[in-house]
């Protein structure tokens, strides 16, 4: 049998291997700190968030979808869900705005008290959720010093999901604003583009994805919040109960089954949410 003689290259070296690089490469094996940090970092996300998700999902679906559907579309609690959800949008779309003007204003202007404004900011992560809403209670409450009664309405729980959920937008876009090249605005203004084309056409673009973050994260506070809303609604239901204080009640008229399925339908609409912003947030990297 003839055997094949591979040609051998002009200095008389046997030719090289014919055999990608890739293949060539040793696999590299984990190191050990690796896999021990990742098993940890595992293993406390599913003592903390997982198993915990997970227990409130089954005792909210063990006894079928009938029951489940049935303890959503009580009266009470799907006029909860349904006052959670549409105040949650407005909020969103009012702090996707203002948090912007926010945004711009404390990274643009100049103006005396602007690194008060900028702590003060801040204050609604730092403020217990109850001391809010009690706070808000005796702002716009019946004995109102400004004259303004929003105890007990819907209009109440808006300015309570207003007041706790600020920060997001504002803390996502600002960043964003600071790490602009102010150079390419002025190119664009030197080439003749306006103030609102400028903004619309060079500025808007990288803020979006900002803008986006921010106010899903709004939006996702806003259908779990619970402290700042409890007060000023009254827990009046049909009227100004939100969700979660609708949760609450039932927990305390021992209906864990109906709270269970309640607060499963508020991980479910926070869950599709986070993975649009995911999605949205890979379609804008692909983009540029």
């Known amino acids: 049998m003839a055997t094949e003689v591979l040609p051998a290259t002009r200095s008389g070296a046997p030719p090289p291997d ?34 915990p998700l997970a227990a409130v999902v089954w005792q909210g679906t063990g006894r079928g979808p009938g029951a489940f559907w049935y303890a959503v579309r009580t009266p009470d609690a799907w006029a909860a869900l349904e006052l959670t959800v549409v105040a949650s949008l407005v909020v969103a ?24 404004v900028d702590t003060l900011i801040d204050l609604p992560f730092a403020l217990p959720t109850i001391v809010a809403g009690l706070v808000l209670l005796a702002l716009y409450g019946p004995q109102s010093p400004v004259g303004l009664n929003l105890a007990y309405s819907r209009a109440g729980v808006v300015v309570a999901l207003l007041f706790v959920t600020l920060p997001f937008v504002v803390r996502t876009v600002q960043p964003v604003l600071l790490e602009l090249d102010r150079d390419v605005e002025e190119a664009a203004a030197s080439l003749g583009a306006g103030p609102l084309y400028t903004f619309r056409r060079v500025i808007l673009p990288n ?17 779990a919040e619970f402290g700042s809303t409890v007060l000023i609604s009254g827990n009046l239901a049909f009227r100004a109960q939100v969700a979660a204080v609708n949760i609450a009640g039932q927990i305390e008229s021992d ?24 999605l949205a947030n890979r379609w804008g990297a692909r983009r540029g």
């Open 93 to 116: 779309l009012v702090n996707l705005i203002m948090g912007t003007v926010v945004a711009w204003v404390l990274v643009r202007d100049d103006f005396p008290g602007r690194r008060l």
């Open 18 to 51: 014919p055999t990608p690089p890739a293949a060539r490469r040793p696999r590299r094996r984990p190191r050990p700190g690796t896999v021990l940090g990742l098993g940890g970092a595992l293993l406390y996300l599913s003592l903390i968030v997982l198993i």
């Open 255 to 278: 209906s864990r089954t109906g709270g269970a399925a309640v607060s499963t339908v508020l991980l479910v609409v926070a869950l599709v949410v986070l993975f649009a912003l995911d």
């Open 207 to 223: 803020l979006v994805p900002a803008m986006v973050s921010g106010t899903a994260l709004a939006f996702t506070r806003s259908i």
